[in-house]
């Protein structure tokens, strides 16, 4: 089954785009005729938000040739100064630097912008970036609520932009095999898929109010989110497990299983959801759940139903098909002799997923990889580990123009984004969540709809994600 997106994508190239005229008058922006693309024209890129995941970013779409790191933003000073000399020990040339993402998106001269600021900025920035004529690549999650993400895709087709998802594991060819052979039916009719993210997180603790870091716009960084008082753990990383700004680890590593999860079962929207779990064992600021159980019913065209299960756990893990991430010590093969018997070497990190059909199951691992397991014995099926690259994908689509080519488009990772704002929605109501996969609403729930649309956190002006766009 194809999700509703990929309809909707063809719908909207075969009917052709709207004219220049229309869209400008809609939000009174000058639209540029589409640029042609020469076979020796530098793409020049900007990277907003180069601390973390920004500097992967850097990096990456710095290795890509015939591209061009022509601007970086952050809103931290001490960020950009280590970036200038990341960059120059890289020899990518020193680009123009901004702090506020408005005045980067009026330079003319970039072509596309990459984000990888907190989860509370992507959409914003990516409908800002779109308006502008920019193509955009979005980190993960797409968006910090339904809604968001609703107008970033709006915004996408509207101005006809490149939009990618950056939920890398879609480029990785290991990956595109193991979802061509489900197709295929290597393991029969598939019913089932688990997403799991296991990984080692300790305690935040409980940070103090302080003054805000020399050199750091807060009040830009905030954005969006509600304006609070300066804490170290509603800052840099700890971000992700406060609620006005992230999505805890269901929308942070969970966000690539929970893709891989879905595209696996070949389902778009879910028909019913249902979350419980909580944070256990510390007492600290952290405000998102460290466990997570989640499970999701998809009503399937041919009157059969599917299932996705999700799972988070931030302290023990196990080794589960093997399916770890490198570098985190996973490995069922790595024993030992201890006290007289074999004993597993555990993993520090068990992030992949389990996809069962009628004819055996199949592990997508850490390791852009899969394997299969056939029959009740679980003999050893096809198997192929191979990686692809994300960058490269995006910056060949900036220059074909081709929407098609799109290897995580927008609007898949909106509807991935989606379970994760419904799983955390129905975690945080306390009750299941019956869904309208076509009018993309919670029914019967109005209160559940406020929390999809943000209105549980509000919208903090001028930083408001427009009715229209």
Known sequence: MESDSKVNRRDFLRTGITTSASLAALGGITILPEKVWGANDRVRMAVAGIRGRGGSHLRGFGQVPGVEIAAICDIDDSVISKRLEDMAGWNLPKPQVYKDIRKLLEDKSIDAISIATPNHWHSLMGIWACQAGKDVYVEKPCSHCWWEGHQLVAAARQY???????????????????????????????????????????????????????????????GPAPLKPFTKNRFHYNWHWIWDTGNGDVGNQGVHEMDMARW??????????????????????????????????????????????????HWMSNTEADIGLPGFGAGAANLSETAGHAHIKQPKAMCGNLV???????????????????????EPGPSATRGGNNWANFINCVRSRKQEDIPAPIEEGHITATLIHLANTSYRLGRTLKFDPVN??????????????????????????????
């Open 440 to 469: 993309q609403k919670v029914i019967g729930d109005e209160e559940a709809n406020r929390y999809l649309r943000g209105e549980d956190r509000g919208f903090r002006k001028p930083f408001t994600i427009p009715e229209k766009v």
């Open 356 to 378: 069962y059909g009628s004819k055996g199951y199949m592990a997508l691992t850490g390791y852009e990889s899969y394997r299969t397991f056939l029959g009740e014995s679980n």
């Open 160 to 222: 006809n932009r490149i939009a990618m998802h950056g939920t890398q594991g879609r480029s990785a060819e290991g990956y595109i095999e193991g979802v061509r052979k489900l197709r295929e039916g290597v393991i029969g009719d598939v019913y089932l898929s688990r997403g799991l993210c296991f990984k080692w997180r300790d305690t935040i603790g409980i940070a103090k109010v302080e003054p805000v870091p020399a050199g750091v716009d807060y009040d830009l960084w905030t």
């Open 264 to 313: 696996a079962l070949g389902v778009g929207f879910p028909n019913k959801i249902s979350a419980i779990g909580g944070h256990v064992m510390f007492k600290d600021d952290q405000q998102t759940p460290n466990i997570l159980n989640c499970s999701f019913e998809f009503d399937m065209p041919d009157g059969t139903r599917r299932i996705l299960e999700f799972e988070v756990r």
